[in-house]
């Protein structure tokens, strides 16, 4: 996995599209939801935004950006949130990560952080830069929320990551990574410097809040499993357990053994449920933000 040359600016600390300044929009700011907009950094992906309409502030507000899965939901990845995003005077981004940008079949890449040349943790990152200067806001810290394929984006965006981080929820990934010094990428972490220029930073890592949930009926593991000669094979592919549900609890221990702050719900009668798991984000990062009605809105 290549660095690639997705940009020239420097996308690592988010310094693209003018990252790091308040721009004001050329004209009035557009609110409400926002369709797709074509990346500028890459115009093979896109994003949405949801932008409250009574948000009148211009200095810097909370985002919370949130991945979807592999079906691609980005209007209902954007809309889970667009009531959290009004009480809380935040701003909600949900890319759009296509499947099969190299023409070679493959539709978990985003999944998996690097393919190709593409890096698509420095992808959001350039789309967090470009909605800051769209919306003529300013953007510190984000939450992050993933939800299955998205879930698998979002733990490995905060190993590489911690930094940009304010608190970050994964709901139901089908695989995990560990930090695990003695095993490779995506199963470990001993060659994550080596493949992308970071290694962890258990220091930032353990400022960021972590939130992990799955449903109690989530068993399904045709479609998890990793078998040999697959794309995605690594020895000890499946180690971390049979399900989600197992494979979550794995991620709990080894990021609580490694002094993270962990909150993990597991939901009755859930299934691969996407709705609850993100209502349970929902109160997490409303515990993360606090009560609410900023000081962006009017009275």
């Not at 009574?54 to 954007?78: A, C, Q």
């Not at 420095?122 to 200067?133: Q, S, T």
């Not at 221990?253 to 962990?262: D, E, M, S, Y």
């Amino acid at each position: 996995m290549a660095d690639g040359g997705l940009l020239k600016a420097d996308l690592e600390t988010g310094r693209a599209a003018g990252a790091g300044t308040t721009a004001r929009p050329a004209g009035p700011r557009r609110t409400g939801t926002i369709p797709l907009l074509s990346c500028r950094a890459d115009p093979r992906f896109g994003y949405s935004l949801f932008v409250p309409p009574r948000l009148r502030g211009i200095e810097r507000v909370p985002l919370l950006v949130s991945v979807h899965g592999s079906l691609r939901g980005v209007e209902s990845s954007r809309d889970a949130f667009a009531d959290f995003a009004r009480w809380h005077g935040a701003v909600v981004l949900a890319p759009l990560f296509p499947a099969d940008p190299l023409g070679d079949g493959n539709e978990d890449g985003y999944k998996y952080m690097a393919e190709g040349d593409i890096r698509y943790d420095r992808l959001l990152l350039a789309m967090v830069a470009e909605a800051e200067a769209r919306a003529g806001l300013g953007f510190d810290r984000f939450c992050l929320f993933g939800f299955s394929g998205g879930a698998h984006f979002a733990h490995r965006f905060l190993y590489l990551h911690p930094e940009r981080l304010r608190a970050v929820s994964i709901g139901a990934p089908g695989s995990v990574t560990l930090i695990d010094p003695k095993r490779d990428w995506w199963v470990g972490t001993r060659d994550m410097e080596r493949l992308f220029g970071r290694a962890p930073d258990l220091e930032a890592m353990r400022r960021v809040p972590v939130h992990l949930a799955v449903g109690d009926s989530d068993l399904e593991t045709a479609s998890i499993t990793h078998r040999p000669g697959s794309r995605h094979w690594r020895t000890d592919a499946n180690r971390a357990g049979a399900n989600r549900i197992a494979r979550l609890t794995s991620l709990r221990r080894n990021l609580q053994a490694h002094g993270l702050a962990v909150r993990h719900d597991i939901i009755p009668g859930a299934a691969h449920d996407f709705a609850a798991v993100a209502e349970r984000a929902r109160d997490f990062f409303h515990d993360v933000l606090g009560p609410g009605r900023a000081s962006a809105f009017g009275a």
